[in-house]
């Protein structure tokens, strides 16, 4: 997996520009902030972002991929003001649930997820390199 920086412009933080890989691709569906008996513990969006980002790992590894092989990552969330004043939350969900891997990253705000109770979705590509 490379990294990818156009010349002259600045490192992202917290996301990158562009990644080129080589290698077997997983999908990761769409992860809501519920359990895997489909039960929301939580209205908060920190809380549901790192309960999302928890379902992201456990898909990842049971396609034999973890977070450091993730190169695409979207997020949808309902409120991109709540999002806006949580970035230290979610920013530490992040940490404790993927670590230090920055995919290309989007954030897209939506009128409404499929299951209502969510307040955000995320969805995820990764490549496991060929060997």
């Known amino acids: 997996m490379r990294h990818l920086l156009p010349a002259g412009w600045p490192r992202p933080s917290g996301y990158s520009n562009g990644i080129a890989a080589r290698g077997e691709l997983v999908f990761v569906a769409g992860?809501?902030?519920?359990?895997?008996?489909?039960?929301?513990h939580s209205?908060?969006?920190v809380e549901q972002a790192r309960v999302a980002l928890s379902n992201v790992?456990?898909?990842l590894e049971s396609g034999g991929a973890g977070p450091q092989h993730i190169v695409r990552m979207t997020w949808y969330v309902t409120n991109i003001d709540?999002?806006?004043e949580n970035l230290k939350?979610?920013?530490?969900?992040y940490q404790?649930?993927?670590?230090?891997?920055?995919?290309?990253?989007?954030?897209?705000e939506v009128r409404s997820l499929v299951e209502?109770?969510?307040?955000?979705?995320?969805?995820?590509?990764?490549?496991?390199?060929?060997?």
Not at 89 to 93: I, M, R
Not at 116 to 131: F, Q, W
């Open 31 to 40: 992860q809501v902030g519920w359990d895997a008996s489909g039960v929301f």
């Open 43 to 45: 209205d908060g969006l």
């Open 57 to 59: 790992v456990a898909v």
């Open 82 to 84: 709540e999002y806006r």
């Open 89 to 93: 939350g979610v920013g530490e969900a």
């Open 96 to 108: 404790d649930q993927i670590g230090a891997y920055y995919p290309t990253m989007s954030l897209v």
């Open 116 to 131: 209502k109770e969510a307040k955000v979705e995320i969805e995820v590509t990764a490549v496991i390199a060929d060997e």
